[in-house]
């Protein structure tokens, strides 16, 4: 199971930090990613860290002001975000899964799904 914490209000140009911890055995053996969606739109890839090499994947939309990390030892998986815009408001969902490299960013590769924070950049 995955919990995602962190979301909450926040100014436009400001930070927030999300972490999603994770129950069970491991994540090290498990592409970790943040999707989000917002109101009447559908689910869209955030970021990613590849299991294998830590590789990391995001968005046009947030590279270059979002960082994912993870950290195998805790369970834990962090989405960093900087400036944000009111475009970046969402629920944000963080998921694992095991999907093979061109399909990273495709959210039915991942079979395990934390329960969403809110995530609101006020203008």
């Known amino acids: 199971q995955l919990q995602a914490s962190g979301g909450g209000l926040v100014q436009a140009g400001g930070s927030l930090r999300l972490s999603c911890a994770a129950s069970g055995p491991t994540i090290s053996t498990y592409t970790m990613a943040w999707f989000r969606q917002a109101p009447w739109k559908e689910r869209e890839f955030v970021a990613a860290?590849?299991?294998?090499?830590?590789?990391?994947y995001y968005s046009d939309s947030v590279n270059g002001r979002f960082t994912i990390s993870r950290d195998n030892a805790k369970k834990t998986v962090i989405l960093q975000m900087n400036s944000l815009k009111p475009e970046d408001t969402a629920v944000y969902f963080c998921a694992a899964g095991r999907p093979i490299l061109s399909a990273t960013r495709v959210s039915s590769m991942y079979g395990s799904w934390g329960q969403g924070t809110q995530v609101t950049v006020s203008s």
């Open positions: 860290v590849r299991w294998s090499g830590g590789h990391t």
